[in-house]
């Protein structure tokens, strides 16, 4: 068994509890838990007692799932609502032979942290862009080097004192304690970008339900996050209002018959709902549906476009434009659409593992695989050996655990026999 992570996605129309394992290199998924939640507005907690219950429920049933109690969480802030400040920071290294220890990262990234905050602002990441020893520069990791100087450049994520404390409290209320906040695109890009495009200049394009976060990256770091309160929730609405229907039906309309473009409708159907008053059937010309869709996707991918414009990166980002979550992937044609708006090429990303194929889960997973990683790890109870991680292992270890698996059944029979 391998490092185990659970992370913890509090979007604005779900949450998500995951829970992973880096297996000899290999990621593993374990248990997954969703639950829907009504307690977050545009990505932020508005309703604590809901967002708990949430968490609650998607834990159950990812702990379920793995047959493990999880104890304690990473959990997601979106990139938007925070911060980032570049810093330096400095040490001369402890070891007499000079070989640059963990100790030595940790205290020249102590060091990088020192930097004046606004009061209602506080750190809750730091990520070393580059290392620096005796003058050397672009070291990615410098344990083991020798040097008498040991530099930092490093990226401070910044965010508000009271969105992060309801955070805290919620996962808190739920009975977890917090392993690290995690600054949402960070995480999702180490899932859906690949280190080349992160490298030549990328804008990842994380649609959600009610916020689209855009995040540049450039030289293998995050440069730019910005957050727009819109998302796919909006779509729905305007269908819910035009075609004056429930949101749940406009909701069900929109996945089942929406697409992105009016000119994809070929025959005009009409599709018949109950009326919202209860009394007869209301008549829907896919066409008016499709209408809607496209209208609200054009202004999102307008406000996209218009916001990489205003960054001043569009014209460099080589890797073009990688969008990701739930928002807009699901909707069919918007490929094509999306393209046609930019000039550079776009792609969409979604977690390409069994059972989480789905751009919706792509800040969860990207969490877990980011702190993996990084040789992190969650607490968690193990409850017994569960089926489903007998799959994921690799044959040797297959092998052994059936055979673990066949002695602890033996024995169970064995007593069995006495009671
Ligand atoms: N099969 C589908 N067809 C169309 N839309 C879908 C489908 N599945 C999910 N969605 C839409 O995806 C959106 C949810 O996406 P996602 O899970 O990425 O958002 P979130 O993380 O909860 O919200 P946010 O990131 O804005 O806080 C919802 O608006 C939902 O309508
Ligand atoms: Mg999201």
């Known amino acids: 068994m391998g ?8 979007g604005s129309s779900k949450v998500c509890v995951l829970i992973a394992e880096m297996n000899k290199k290999q990621f593993n998924i374990l248990g997954v838990g969703t639950s829907e939640c009504k307690g977050v507005k545009k990505g932020i907690i508005v ?18 799932m793995a047959n493990m109690n999880i104890k304690s969480v990473y959990v997601n802030i979106i990139g938007g609502y925070t911060t980032l400040y570049k810093n330096k920071g400095v040490i001369a ?13 940790k205290r020249v990234l102590q060091a990088a942290k020192v930097v004046a905050v606004p009061a209602d ?67 999702t890009s180490t899932v859906i970008l690949n280190d080349d495009e992160k490298e ?17 990256f450039k030289k293998g770091s995050l440069c730019y996050s910005k957050v727009i309160p819109v998302g796919e929730n909006h779509i729905t609405n305007d269908i819910s209002i035009i075609l004056k229907i429930s949101s749940a039906d ?32 209301k008549e829907i010309h896919l066409l008016e549906v499709a209408e809607i ?27 073009g434009i990688v969008i990701t979550g739930g928002g807009l992937f699901n909707i069919k044609g918007i490929q094509d659409m999306a393209q046609s708006y930019f000039d550079i090429p776009v792609r969409f990303g979604y977690p390409n593992f069994i059972g989480v194929a789905n751009p919706i889960y792509a800040a969860a997973v990207g969490m877990a695989m980011y702190e993996l990683k990084q040789k992190k790890t969650s607490s968690i109870d193990y409850q017994s050996m569960h089926a489903e991680k007998e799959i994921a292992v ?15 059944t033996k024995i169970k029979e064995f007593l069995a026999d006495f009671f």
């Open 293 to 319: 869709i496209e209208a609200r996707l054009s202004e999102i991918l307008y406000i996209i476009r218009n916001e990489i414009d205003k960054s001043g990166a569009l014209n460099s980002l080589a890797a």
């Open 394 to 408: 690799t044959e040797e270890e297959d092998y052994e655990e059936k055979e673990k698996h066949s002695i602890f």
């Open 3 to 10: 490092n185990i992570v659970v992370s913890l996605d509090i």
């Open 93 to 105: 290294v402890s070891r007499e032979d000079k070989e640059i220890t963990q100790d030595d990262v």
């Open 47 to 64: 309703d604590i007692d809901t967002t708990v219950e949430a968490i609650t429920n998607a834990v159950k049933q990812a702990e379920q």
């Open 121 to 187: 602002k506080e750190i809750i990441d730091i990520i070393p862009e580059q290392f620096i020893v005796d003058g050397y520069s672009e070291i990615k990791d410098p344990v083991g080097m020798v040097g008498v100087r040991l530099e930092v450049d490093a990226n401070l994520i910044v965010a508000s004192c009271t969105t992060v404390q309801n955070i805290i409290r919620s996962v808190q209320k739920a009975g977890l304690t917090v392993d690290g906040i995690i600054v949402e695109p960070i995480a």
């Open 200 to 216: 030549l200049g990328v804008a990842l394009i994380d649609v959600g339900a009610e916020t689209t976060d855009i995040s540049i």
């Open 250 to 281: 406009a909701e069900k309309i929109k996945r089942q018959y929406g697409v992105a473009q009016a000119s994809m409708i070929k025959n005009d159907d009409i599709i018949k709902i109950n009326n919202l008053a209860g009394k007869g059937q």
